[in-house]
């Protein structure tokens, strides 16, 4: 049984780290002009670093902090300079030097206009040795006769990141000038600014040089005004060695062999770029090799190209993001209105990339996993990822880059409405998957349980309050790109999608932030829509607060009313909120007869409205889950709807289905309704056959499998899952001719998955079998790996917690040879499926030898090891008995200690657990807990809810599984 909850437990984390990944790697920024003269410079910046340090550092509230008297240690560039154009040159060097370093050389210009008198030029730079000139660190000169000051004094404030350069007399208002410097830099493996990538072909090491700018990397690679709003034109060129080839944001002219410091080296020169955000700046030198769609037969005027490693090309894994890459972009082109704005698209399969993908303009990059594909090889979860990810991207293109916001505060308009396309996007591309409906699963559910927290934040931050580079970056998370994308959405809807895309291109509209004003003008032209308050006014509400609120509908008085949603009830809000935690909320509903209606709550109660039932009806509000709250009901309602689902389940639409048991889990959490009730929304499920209702049931239970699974509530929660699987298990067996055929539908192959794991794991006659069956054939030809892509996950796990050592072994030595990533994945996760205390024991073992387990996969690995309920006691006394060795040997780089404690304790619901967590924070107290300090201290408090939880609900929820599986099946 243990390893339903694993793979449950597995489910969730790939979910996390997809979404992990999407809010790293997708970038950035949006829109304050949509013009085609967007060459609007920094004049519109705004005044530097005016109101001091953010918030978030907690100063207390009593000390107002001071604002830096020198420019130079503000955060913000000062607004007295605006560039125009630079002209860079680098030269990466993909051989060490003697002294076993990567580095790149480079010199730069940059053009730039005084717009306020000033004797001081500050400009970004950080991380590169700058070259002296007669004691400065640049050189000044004057353009159209400007007279040039002399330069008193140079220096790089580290700190700040800038290079600071102090001149004799003042620069004058209007005139411009040019900043020249030289520079070495190293081309670490650090995987930011302009970095290393290495990987393995026939033998042979090759080295790539790649860039990663945003969110303020720029400034490692050479001099720069980096804030996204300082937009300028930039003239590329790129030194390489011969039989390399070099990209950049833009076409380059023909490459020729020159001799520089007597070696013959190629140099490629770039086209100008349109005037651009110096985040969104790429260049790479590799040995890829690339395909496109042969001339003639493309629709496009650009014609895209995929670049990848040589052999990943040769096997094809290009073809499905090229084949894609049209119809995204020709359907982005409609939905703008407005054509792809560059002469090339470039996207490029990165060995080495910290995040998913970098909308760089005209490159972007990827990692391997998000663009890649082998039919053979990736599922289709893997095949949905490529193209999510690369319709956010393409999104991107028109709406960040071509349009960019102002700040960085504003960076969830960028991504959220990029998140939200993705989904129009690829489902232009792959129309029958309903990719649509799965918003609600993959955003909306998933960043509703992190904004029903007392610690989330909202939406929006002011832009005084993100200033350094890590406030930046922390910005990048999943209320960013999750919660934007689910209210935009929303608005999207009540406003409905065509106006929402006429709104983004409607004619000589500044697109604002909180004004609207698009949106607006397009509502003025259509009397229609017929809003009760402006469009600034309801989205202020959703934007300028954190959290959403918990409708609550009396059906038999008609009273509505709305409430802050907290997961814990008792948990204390301290943020301020202008709106006192009241949203105007659109509320679709329906009754029996189906017809929809729409009704704005736009205070904290109306007791009179029209949501009444009836004998014999029932009512669904939240129609499709369009907007971002949750939906509560008298008891008689849900009981009705409960009898609903029993009966006539396709009468409630399939997305209202997985709402409805969300909203009693998540409610029963917040103690707003009884556990029972939210069991119960389960109970229907032996009739189900959708996914989107078994994968938010799977999910939610996986709590109540943590909390019992070591308990004797196991066995007949066991037994009540195993009669509620079991028809889908049938079903899908009869649907596959008996396992010989996919599914066509696309999520009906993920719910197969959903069929397989659950049965296998709750004992369902049959599956075992299957399972085992396969992978014995398996292991008696290991060339010949016959089980579909879509089922190994579930399959290897299965069949490792059937087998023991041979079957161990096997999987062992196929996750040595492995030579697709995704695999190797799959076959980490199962390894830790066994129920064999030893193998385990010995896989833990594993974790600490980099050369059986990379390092970077150490905390994934010992987490899995950790959901299994077998392998928890035994990977905590591993990490007790380890922790100083972990501490010191892994604590760089990629290991997660955070996530390795959360992992580690997630399923700790007892006082002896308790008291065992209290001694190891004693016990290593001088040591410290570095990163994982905050997950420490959660664990604890998760450690201590938990118990209340258990001594709460476990007599009823045992009572109760009991008896649902005593009663008859029919
Ligand atoms: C540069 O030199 C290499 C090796 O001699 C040759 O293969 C290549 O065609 C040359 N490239 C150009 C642009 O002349
Ligand atoms: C939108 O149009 C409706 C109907 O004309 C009007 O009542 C409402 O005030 C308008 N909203 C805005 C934001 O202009
Ligand atoms: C709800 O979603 C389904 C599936 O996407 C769709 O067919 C249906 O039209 C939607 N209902 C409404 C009222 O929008
Ligand atoms: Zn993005």
Known sequence: MFYISKAVAVIAVVAAVGAVATIIALSVVYAQEKAKNEVTAPSTTGPPATTGSPATTGLPATTTPSIPKEPWKRYRLPDSLAPISYNVTLWPRLEPNKGGLYIFTGHSVVVFTCVKETDLIIIHSNKLNLTRFQDHLAKLSGLDGATVPSVSNSWLEEPTQYLVVQLSSKLQAGKSYELYTEFVGELADDLGGFYRSEYMEDRVKKVVATTQMQPTDARKAFPC?????????????????????????????????????????????????????????????????????????????????????????????????????????????????????????????????????????????????????????????????????????????????????????????????????????????????????LIVLNEVHGVMAVDALASSHPLSSKEEDIQKPEQISELFDSITYSKGAAVLRMLSEFITEAVFSRGLSYPSITLSLFKWSSFQAVNATTPSLGLPESVEDIMNRWILQMGFPVVTIDTKTGRVSQKHFLLDPDSVVERPSPYSYEWFVPITWAKADGVEQQYWLLKKEDTNTKMTIGTGEWLLANINMTGFYRVNYDSENWERLLTKLSSQHQDIPVINRAQIIDDAFNLARAKAVSTILALKTTKYLFREVEYMPWQTASRNLDYFFLMFDRSEVYGPMQAYIKKQITPLFNYFKELTLNWTKIPDGHTDQYNQVNAISMACSTGVEGCEELTTGWFRAWMKDPTNNLINANLRSTVYCSAIAAGGVDEWDFAWSMYKNATIASEADKLMYALSCTKQPWLLNRYLEYCLDPEMIRKQDATSTIVYIASNAIGQPLAWDFIRANWNHLFNDYGGGSFSFGRLINGVTKRFSTEFEYKQLQQFKEDHVEGGFGSATMALEQALERTKANINWVSLNKEQVLAWFTNETASPVY
């Open 225 to 437: 005004f980096d804030e996204p709003a300082m937009k300028a034109i930039f003239h590329m060129t790129l030194i390489h060695p011969v039989g390399t080839v070099a990209l950049a944001n833009a076409m380059n002219y023909e490459p020729t062999n020159v001799t520089i410091e007597g070696q013959t080296v190629t140099r490629t020169s770039f086209e100008p770029t349109k005037i651009m955000s110096t985040y969104l700046l790429a260049f790479v030198v590799c040995e890829f090799t690339f395909i496109r769609t042969p001339p003639g037969a493309d629709v496009l005027v650009i014609n895209p190209l995929i670049w990848a490693r040589r052999k990943a090309i040769e096997e094809g894994q290009g073809d499905y993001a090229l084949n894609k890459t049209g119809p995204i972009l020709t359907f982005f082109e409609k939905y703008y209105n407005s054509p792809y704005p560059l002469e090339k698209s470039d996207q490029i399969a990165l060995p080495d990339f910290s995040a998913g993908a970098m909308e760089n303009w005209g490159l972007i990059t990827y990692r391997e996993t998000a663009l890649l594909y082998n039919p053979d090889m990736s599922s289709n979860g893997d095949k949905e990822w490529v193209a999510t990810v690369i319709s956010h991207e393409l999104a991107h293109m028109w709406f960040g880059n071509l349009v960019t916001m102002k700040w960085w505060n504003d960076l969830w308009l960028n991504e959220g409405f990029a998140t939200y396309v993705s989904y129009l996007g690829a489902n232009s591309a792959e129309p029958d998957w309903n990719i649509k409906d």
